[in-house]
Nanobody, 118 residues
């Protein structure tokens, strides 16, 4: 059974930093073959893509480019999201997503709350 567990959320002041982690387990295939993504959902808004990392590289939403960095440690089956220069509009529940190939099953974590406020 696949599990994705996010951690690292919390309350931070504007301009601050946080690092989120997503630990994966239970995959049927090698972890490196899964595209991993971070999404977020702010109150009253739809879930949006923040960053994606595949074997080909990473992509970021325009709103977080140059502030957020996604990385992965395939040996630890963990992905990270380093978030710098945080803004109040970054406040959201952040979710980790895994998918293998274009038609593979999509797996979601339960999310971690990030609150940016003074």
């Amino acid at each position: 059974q696949v599990h994705l567990v996010e951690s690292g959320g919390g309350l931070v002041q504007p301009g601050g930093s946080l690092r989120l982690s997503c630990a994966a387990s239970g995959f049927s295939f090698i972890f490196s073959s899964y595209a991993m993504s971070w999404y977020r959902q702010a109150p009253g808004k739809e879930r949006e893509l923040v960053a994606t990392m595949t074997s080909a590289g990473g992509n970021y939403a325009d709103s977080v480019k140059d502030r957020f960095t996604m990385s992965r440690d395939n040996d630890k089956k963990t992905v990270y999201l380093q978030m710098n220069s945080l803004k109040p509009e970054d406040t959201a529940v952040y979710y980790c997503k895994a998918r293998r190939g274009m038609y593979g099953t999509i797996y979601w974590g339960s999310g971690t709350l990030v609150t940016v406020s003074s």
